[in-house]
Antibody, heavy 117, light 110 residues
Framework: QVQLVESGGGVVQPGRSLRLSCAASGFTFSSYTMHWVRQAPGKGLEWVAVISYDGSNKYYADSVKGRFTISRDNSKNTMYLQMNSLRAEDTAVYYC??????????WGQGTLVTVSS | QAGLTQPPSVSKGLRQTATLTCTGNSNNVGNQGAAWLQQHQGHPPKLLFYRNNNRPSGISERFSASRSGNTASLTITGLQPEDEADYYCSTWDSSLSVGVFGGGTKLTVL
């Protein structure tokens, strides 16, 4: 069965960096578009970034553009989110999701990122 | 960035029918359709529909979805206590090349 497992979250000071990982199993990872979506405590869902099946196309939300970088290693069935210059407003549960743009078929359990001094 | 508009809350009685709406524009809902997700407190979202009315396997037939112009709708019939959750619509904005979500509707089953 499809499984997505996020890792790498934690507490980080403003201005610092963090890298999240999403390990995929149960499907042919290299055939699917993948997304990062986040949810601040008590708030709604916010799309963060998307990467095409082969990594050739990447798009970002304005709120993270220039600070976050999405990437993938199809040989390791893993997607990443490099987050730099973190701000308090980046505090959220970060989910990886599989699916076409706008239609997220499968989700991980999420990893919590807390940006605080 | 463009966002989708959903009513913050809807309350209906047990076994009644609830219809949730999601309004976008011609660059997102109007030409890409919409997906619907259900999220229970403390859990990741779950896909109910994609591309307007395509239901993944395992989703109850009490759920149905449609679209008219720039507005998508999710209808839940025979409301049950387990339907109480947050519901989000989502799509892709082809003009901005970004994913977009609605703000979510909290459905309360009385």
């Amino acid at each position: 069965q499809v499984q997505l497992v996020e890792s790498g979250g934690g507490v980080v000071q403003p201005g610092r960096s963090l890298r999240l990982s999403c390990a995929a199993s149960g499907f042919t990872f290299s055939s699917y578009t993948m997304h990062w979506v986040r949810q601040a405590p008590g708030k709604g869902l916010e799309w963060v970034a998307v990467i095409s099946y082969d990594g050739s196309n990447k798009y970002y939300a304005d709120s993270v553009k220039g600070r976050f970088t999405i990437s993938r290693d199809n040989s390791k069935n893993t997607m990443y989110l490099q987050m730099n210059s973190l701000r308090a407003e980046d505090t959220a549960v970060y989910y990886c999701a599989r699916g076409p743009p706008g239609g997220y078929e499968h989700w991980g359990q999420g990893t919590l990122v807390t940006v605080s001094s | 960035q463009a966002g989708l508009t959903q009513p913050p809350s809807v309350s209906k009685g047990l076994r009644q029918t609830a219809t949730l709406t999601c309004t976008g524009n011609s660059n997102n809902v109007g030409n890409q359709g919409a997906a619907w997700l259900q999220q229970h407190q403390g859990h990741p979202p779950k896909l109910l529909f994609y591309r307007n009315n395509n239901r993944p396997s395992g989703i109850s037939e009490r759920f149905s979805a449609s679209r008219s112009g720039n507005t998508a709708s999710l209808t839940i019939t025979g409301l049950q206590p387990e339907d109480e959750a947050d519901y989000y619509c989502s799509t892709w904005d082809s003009s901005l090349s970004v994913g977009v979500f609605g703000g979510g509707t909290k459905l309360t089953v009385l």
